[in-house]
């Protein structure tokens, strides 16, 4: 049997005024342009490696964030195979008697969408998942990213390896899976494909920005609705600090309920195309002093310099943060 590690690389529409995601939107939200996957023997030696580009053929311009993460244009799609025939192709690769592994679940998850799109409905083997069988391994609470992963188990990324080139990820997600031993334990970690949902921010409340600075200071985020009374909160003046690109968390006081704790989501769909969410909760003591702790950390990091551009952080938000139907 071969453990085969899989990943995708996908494009996704321009806008959401765009005309292809109109159309095509409700049923292809993500379209594969890249499939890549490393071969491991049963003694997980690694033995072969593939990597099919396609041709997208509902949204045709590639994003330009996709563009700078992935460094497929049309220079390489242009000339590539249509999606039948690269998912033709890596199944004749894969063999017979293989198990497929993806780090998470979103690469199962958009293969899946396109699978349905282009009507194609091939047998698949058992998907596990690498990523939960990690955090089991070393009794992590969350889920990690590969990355870091990868720095936990001192693996080096190889300077001509680029991340999020599909092939290149299936490699370090492969390493990983080496390191972590007791391979057949991935069996019980299997993983059904997740329905991607159409995230619309006119179906979903929140609102539309064009930075990150104008959702910060926006009414929404200055001044967030108490859960319980409905009335305006004051947030407090250490302000909010990010938990990821597009995660930020903040502490605000209701007069009459106390401290909340204030959730804001973002999504880039392009530069100035920024939706926002802002949702809030009763804070708990632990969310106080947890909040207070970041607050001080990330003012010392300001001071020293070493904050990265927040604005370009969020425009190239890693697609953790797949929209997924909870
Ligand atoms: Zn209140």
């Not at 599909?166 to 490699?171: F, I, Q, S, T």
């Not at 502490?251 to 106390?258: D, E, P, V």
């Not at 880039?268 to 909760?281: K, L, R």
Request: hydrophobic fraction near 40%.
């Amino acid at each position: 049997m071969h453990y085969i590690v899989l990943d995708l690389e996908w494009n996704q529409p321009l806008n959401r005024q765009n005309r292809a995601y109109r159309e095509y939107g409700d049923r292809l939200i993500f379209e594969m342009i890249q499939i890549g996957a490393v071969k491991l023997d049963d003694k997980l030696a690694i033995v072969d490696s593939l990597s099919v580009p396609i041709h997208p053929t509902a949204y045709l311009k590639i994003h330009p964030r996709i563009r700078r993460m992935t460094g497929l244009g049309p220079e390489v799609l242009d000339e590539a195979p249509l999606f039948r025939e690269a998912l033709e192709q890596f199944l004749a690769w894969c063999g017979d008697d293989y198990v497929l592994l993806t780090w998470g679940c979103d690469d199962v998850s958009v293969l899946q969408q396109n699978l349905n799109f282009f009507d194609c409905h091939p047998e698949l083997p058992p998907l596990c998942d690498i990523q939960h069988m990690f955090s089991d391994v070393y009794e992590l609470k969350n889920r990690m990213g590969l990355k870091p992963a990868m720095d936990m188990l001192g693996i080096d990324p190889e300077e001509d390896k680029a991340f999020h080139n599909a092939v290149n990820d299936a490699l370090y997600t492969a390493m990983v899976f080496q390191r972590m031993g007791h391979a057949e334990d991935v069996f019980k970690y299997p993983q059904k494909p997740k329905e991607l949902i159409h995230q619309d921010p006119a179906g979903k409340r929140g609102q539309t920005v064009t930075s990150l600075r104008e959702a910060l200071e926006s009414e929404a985020a200055t001044q967030p609705k108490c859960p319980v009374c409905g009335k305006p909160a004051r947030l407090e003046a250490g302000g909010y600090v990010p938990q990821s690109p597009d995660k930020y968390i903040g502490l605000a006081r209701c007069a009459s309920h106390g401290t909340l704790l204030v959730r804001m989501r973002l999504r880039a769909h392009s530069a100035n195309d920024i939706w926002m969410n802002v949702s809030c909760v009763k804070a708990t003591k632990p969310n106080i002093a947890y909040i207070h702790t970041k607050q001080l950390q990330l003012e010392q990091r300001r001071a020293a310099g070493l904050l990265p551009d927040p604005e370009k952080a969020l425009l190239n938000a890693d697609r953790s943060s797949v929209p997924f139907e909870d």
